[in-house]
T-cell receptor, first 114, second 117 residues
């Protein structure tokens, strides 16, 4: 069975500084990886996905993620964080045995301070 | 949240009562999903459906039931057998069916917050 780990419950960063949210995964086959963001009392919004190809994936709102097969990681990054980036971020991996079923990490809360 | 609606936004349930959460999508997606989100935890899959009139249990299906009579609708019933139903419930949909090799992201609704009184 696949799994996803987000080792940090919370990340604090000053506005304008780089932001990194960590994610590691475990799958038996090819990894298909996703990042989502959730604002308070809202649904999840899709940021980006890695299916195949370039290890650096660019997504919405200036976010990007780097796929590293040897380290089984898919860290989310943003070069310059905004206060409005404060939210809950989820990493997810697709379950190849069941269509597009996703397994989610526990989430990382990002707090960007002015 | 565009394209997927959930209602109601807030729902209160008395002990021993069944309640049904609505989820509708106009994205023409084949697959639909129900997740439960508890504070400090990630999303856990309750049920999913990859085609009309078919659905499968997820990781925490006990105490829940679903139906998929129409492509655009996937209602979730929280039964009295669910001992701790207070949570935030999220519905999602995606295109593609198994075997077609489509790897598409899921689109989420705005959620329903269920509280047991």
């Amino acid at each position: 069975a696949q799994s996803v780990a987000q080792p940090e419950d919370q990340v604090n960063v000053a506005e304008g500084n780089p932001l990194t949210v960590k994610c590691t995964y475990s799958v038996s086959g090819n990894p298909y990886l996703f990042w989502y963001v959730q604002y308070p009392n809202r649904g999840l919004q899709f940021l980006l996905k890695y299916i195949t190809g370039d290890n650096l994936v660019k997504g919405s709102y200036g976010f990007e993620a780097e796929f590293n097969k040897s380290q089984t990681s898919f860290h989310l990054k943003k070069p310059s964080a905004l206060v409005s980036d404060s939210a809950l971020y989820f990493c997810a991996v697709r379950d190849q045995a069941a269509g597009n079923k996703l397994t989610f990490g526990g989430g990382t809360r990002v707090l960007v301070k002015p | 949240d565009g394209g997927i609606t959930q209602s109601p936004k807030y729902l209160f349930r008395k002990e021993g009562q069944n309640v049904t959460l609505s989820c509708e999508q106009n994205l023409n997606h084949d697959a639909m999903y129900w997740y439960r989100q508890d504070p400090g935890q990630g999303l856990r899959l309750i049920y999913y459906s990859q085609i009309v009139n078919d659905f499968q249990k997820g990781d925490i299906a006990e105490g829940y039931s679903v139906s998929r009579e129409k492509k655009e609708s996937f209602p979730l019933t929280v039964t009295s057998a669910q001992k701790n139903p207070t949570a935030f419930y999220l519905c999602a949909s995606s295109k593609g069916l198994p075997g077609l090799g489509q790897i598409s992201e899921q689109f989420f609704g705005p959620g329903t917050r269920l509280t047991v009184l």
